[in-house]
Structures are given as structure tokens and as C-alpha cells.
């Protein structure tokens, strides 16, 4: 998928002048236009299933697709004059608004568009990385999403999936993304079982309980960049094709995994569990900011059924700073770097994810395939 999509202003979004008059010597003042419409008054649009704009002249509109509502409803936008949570980053003066009905739920296959004009001179610089419009969800949660920045223009692109206040803010949750060659090494460990190991003459597999770890964090929740659940790191081909400056936004971390079955050497035998990691990868590329979803996940649980306590469990070996899981949903066997370090009175247990990112070359011409990994970090 090539990252660069160039997105053209929607033509709502065009500036509007204003008319100037004097009158009979008097102090100049500024007057709208009859089609104008004041962002503080707002607008109302009944939108379709067929889709529908809803727009504020000359800093804001959203479009709704065909299949984004299931019927009709009214939709209203207007100027926000309360203040933006400050969970959701550092917002752009005069770039809020409140779009009703608030927490309503759009099509997850055919979000609106946000579209908001937010001029270069108005961010600090390097902010265009982490422009975003965030969203605030009926439980106060944050949600932040990101298509595209145009530099060119200063049009601010992203695709919602729910209404709300909204504004656009520099986001606060960005992961800094790293160089391949500086990942550090992942040493391995002890995993500790709960209660002693077997004695040399007991059965290997005696253990009844696990040793669970898990991690978990979301755009919402807004602690992967805080909590450091999540480092990432590329190769010089994705640096190649998107840039040095690359961030990642919108991370999810979801993980857990149990351990059991220990044996006469504290080693767990058996596991089952489950990785997940996606964000957005955020870019510039000449004029344009843009974002592209960049995940890993692998299921751990399409074991043999060997183990009658567990059935779902896989078969797992440990040996120095690796693991080795006989099945996964990806390979058999599944080879995964680890380290284990104590903290305080609990463990941390660091699991390496890799991946690819692929990047078009035209037709006939075989993809170029860039490297990524991630390392989570999941608590006992």
C-alpha cells in the first residue's frame, strides 16, 4: 500500500471573504455574507444513508459517506466554546467544535471525514507529525484519528467513526520510532512458578496453577507512550521510502500469557496466550503527512489438546533469550526473543514482535519489503 494519498481539499472548506463597506466616513467593519454562516450559530443538515455534509465555513466540515448512518438524522456543528480536555493533547486555537448527536456511532466500514483548516504558522515546529482530530467519546474517553496533514494547504484529513466534541489537537501519545540497528538484546530469564517446582523425584508436569503475564493499553486509555508497554523500531528501507521523522499514533497493546505445567527446572512445558500491536505510522513525505496502520498479531493457543487440563495449550521450550512455541497462529514452531527483569515485587516480561512492511513499485515490479519490530512489555 503506498502511503502517499493525496487528499484535495473539500471545496466547503474554501475560504470565505468578508465584505468590507464604509459608510459615510465611519470606522470600517466587517459584515457576512448572506450565505455565510456564523460558527457560533452553527449548522443542521439532515444527512441521508446516502451520506451528506455538514460544514463552518471557512475552518471546518465533515462528509458522510454512503452507508456511514443507517437512515436520516439530524446533524449539527458548531464552534465549541468550552475548553478541549487536555487528555487529548495540545489543541489548535480556534479548532474546536462540537458535532452532534454526540456519541453517535457511524458505519465502521464507511466513517465520516473530517476535513479542518489548521494553517502551518499555528503549530510549533515538528507538530505537523502528531496533528490529529480527537474525539470525545460519551464517557469522557479520548479517541484520536489521522489520514493526512497537507503542509500545502493546511487542510487536516481524518476519517471518525463516532460524533462528539472534537478538535484538532498536536496528539500527546506519539511513539518516537527508532532505528533497527539500535534494538537492545533480550536476555532471557526466569520464569518463576507460583509454588515450588516438583522435587527431582516428582512428575515433571505437577504444577495445577499459571504464571499469567499481560499488558494492555489503547488509543482511549491513552498510556501506551506513558506506560512504555511499546518501543518500536525500523530499518533503513522504511526510513528510505517514508523519512528519518516517523512516529507511531493510535497504539494498541493487548497481550497475555499464561505459563504452566513447570518442571524439576522451574521451566514451564506448556503455554497459551495471545500478542497483539497495531498503531498508525505516522510520515512526511514532501508536503504531506500521512498515517498507515502497521499491526502484529499471533495467537498462541492451537495446541495438540495433549494436555488435558489445557487443551488449547502449545508445547514450549525455553533456551537463553529464547522461546520457542511447537504451535501458533502464524508458524510452527514460533521462535519469540524474551527478557525477564524484576520490578519491585512483581516481573516484567519483554516479548519481541517482528514484522514487514511492504511498499508498492508500480506494476510488474516486485514489492520492496521494510523490517519492524516491537518490543511489549507485559506485568505479572
Same mark, same amino acid.
Given at each position: 500500500?503506498?502511503?502517499?494519498?493525496y487528499?484535495?481539499?473539500n471545496?466547503?472548506?474554501? /475560504?470565505?471573504g468578508?465584505?468590507?463597506?464604509?459608510? $459615510?466616513?465611519?470606522? &470600517?467593519?466587517?459584515?457576512?455574507?448572506?450565505?455565510?454562516?456564523?460558527?457560533?450559530?452553527?449548522?443542521t443538515?439532515?444527512?441521508?444513508?446516502n451520506?451528506?455534509?455538514v460544514?463552518?465555513?471557512p475552518?471546518?466540515s465533515?462528509?458522510?459517506?454512503? +452507508?456511514?448512518l443507517p !437512515?436520516?438524522?439530524?446533524?449539527t456543528?458548531?464552534?465549541?466554546?468550552d475548553?478541549?480536555?487536555?487528555?487529548?493533547?495540545l489543541s489548535?486555537?480556534?479548532?474546536? $467544535?462540537?458535532? +452532534?448527536?454526540?456519541? /453517535?456511532v457511524?458505519?465502521?466500514?464507511a466513517p465520516?471525514?473530517v476535513?479542518?483548516a489548521?494553517? @502551518?504558522?499555528?503549530?510549533?515546529a515538528?507538530?505537523a507529525?502528531?496533528?490529529?482530530?480527537?474525539?470525545?467519546?460519551?464517557?469522557?474517553?479520548?479517541?484520536t484519528?489521522?489520514?493526512?496533514?497537507? /503542509?500545502?494547504?493546511?487542510?487536516?484529513?481524518?476519517d471518525v467513526?463516532?460524533?462528539?466534541?472534537?478538535?484538532?489537537?498536536v496528539?500527546?501519545?506519539?511513539? &518516537?520510532?527508532?532505528?533497527?540497528?539500535?534494538?537492545?538484546?533480550?536476555?532471557? +530469564?526466569?520464569?518463576t512458578?507460583?509454588?515450588?517446582p516438583p522435587?527431582?523425584?516428582?512428575?515433571?508436569r505437577?504444577?495445577?496453577?499459571?504464571?499469567?503475564?499481560?499488558a494492555s493499553?489503547?488509543?482511549?486509555e491513552r498510556?501506551?507512550?506513558?506506560?512504555?508497554i511499546?518501543k518500536?523500531?525500523?530499518?533503513?528501507v522504511?526510513? &528510505?521510502?517514508l523519512?528519518?521523522?516517523?512516529?507511531?499514533?493510535?497504539?494498541?497493546?493487548?497481550?497475555?500469557?499464561?505459563?504452566?505445567a513447570f518442571?524439576?527446572?522451574?521451566?514451564?512445558?506448556?503455554?497459551? +496466550?495471545?500478542?497483539?500491536i497495531? !498503531? @498508525?505510522?505516522?510520515?512526511?513525505?514532501?508536503?504531506?503527512?500521512?498515517?498507515?496502520e502497521v499491526?502484529?498479531?499471533?495467537?498462541?493457543?492451537?495446541?495438540?489438546?495433549?494436555d488435558?487440563?489445557?487443551?488449547e495449550?502449545?508445547?514450549i521450550?525455553?533456551?537463553g533469550?529464547?522461546?520457542?512455541?511447537?504451535f501458533?497462529? &502464524?508458524?510452527?514452531?514460533?521462535?519469540i526473543?524474551?527478557?525477564?527483569?524484576?520490578?519491585?515485587?512483581s516481573d516484567?516480561?519483554?516479548i519481541?514482535?517482528e514484522g514487514?512492511?511492504?511498499?508498492d513499485?508500480?506494476p510488474?515490479?516486485?514489492?520492496?519489503?521494510g523490517?519492524i519490530?516491537?518490543?511489549?512489555?507485559?506485568r505479572?
Amino acid at each position: 500500500m503506498d502511503i502517499m494519498r493525496y487528499m484535495p481539499p473539500n471545496t466547503a472548506l474554501a /475560504l470565505v471573504g468578508t465584505l468590507v463597506t464604509t459608510l $459615510y466616513g465611519c470606522q &470600517q467593519v466587517d459584515q457576512l455574507l448572506p450565505f455565510e454562516i456564523d460558527p457560533a450559530q452553527g449548522q443542521t443538515v439532515t444527512v441521508t444513508a446516502n451520506g451528506g455534509v455538514v460544514s463552518l465555513p471557512p475552518n471546518f466540515s465533515i462528509e458522510f459517506f454512503p +452507508g456511514s448512518l443507517p !437512515g436520516s438524522e439530524l446533524v449539527t456543528a458548531q464552534q465549541r466554546l468550552d475548553a478541549f480536555p487536555l487528555d487529548a493533547g495540545l489543541s489548535v486555537p480556534g479548532r474546536a $467544535y462540537d458535532v +452532534g448527536p454526540a456519541g /453517535l456511532v457511524l458505519s465502521p466500514s464507511a466513517p465520516a471525514r473530517v476535513q479542518i483548516a489548521v494553517p @502551518d504558522e499555528l503549530l510549533e515546529a515538528g507538530d505537523a507529525l502528531t496533528l490529529s482530530v480527537a474525539v470525545v467519546r460519551p464517557d469522557n474517553s479520548i479517541v484520536t484519528d489521522a489520514t493526512s496533514y497537507d /503542509l500545502s494547504n493546511g487542510i487536516l484529513t481524518a476519517d471518525v467513526y463516532e460524533l462528539g466534541p472534537m478538535a484538532a489537537v498536536v496528539a500527546t501519545d506519539a511513539i &518516537q520510532i527508532g532505528d533497527i540497528a539500535d534494538v537492545p538484546p533480550l536476555d532471557g +530469564g526466569a520464569i518463576t512458578p507460583v509454588s515450588p517446582p516438583p522435587s527431582a523425584g516428582g512428575p515433571a508436569r505437577s504444577h495445577p496453577g499459571g504464571v499469567v503475564f499481560s499488558a494492555s493499553c489503547s488509543p482511549g486509555e491513552r498510556s501506551c507512550f506513558t506506560s512504555g508497554i511499546a518501543k518500536i523500531w525500523v530499518d533503513d528501507v522504511v526510513r &528510505q521510502r517514508l523519512g528519518s521523522n516517523l512516529v507511531l499514533l493510535n497504539t494498541t497493546v493487548e497481550a497475555s500469557i499464561d505459563f504452566f505445567a513447570f518442571n524439576v527446572s522451574s521451566l514451564p512445558d506448556s503455554a497459551v +496466550g495471545f500478542f497483539h500491536i497495531d !498503531g @498508525d505510522l505516522r510520515a512526511r513525505i514532501n508536503e504531506v503527512v500521512a498515517s498507515r496502520e502497521v499491526g502484529e498479531e499471533i495467537a498462541i493457543f492451537t495446541g495438540n489438546g495433549s494436555d488435558p487440563n489445557n487443551p488449547e495449550a502449545t508445547a514450549i521450550s525455553i533456551s537463553g533469550g529464547d522461546m520457542t512455541f511447537e504451535f501458533t497462529s &502464524q508458524e510452527d514452531p514460533e521462535v519469540i526473543e524474551f527478557d525477564v527483569t524484576g520490578v519491585g515485587t512483581s516481573d516484567l516480561l519483554t516479548i519481541q514482535l517482528e514484522g514487514e512492511i511492504e511498499f508498492d513499485n508500480g506494476p510488474g515490479v516486485p514489492k520492496t519489503m521494510g523490517a519492524i519490530v516491537a518490543h511489549v512489555r507485559l506485568r505479572r
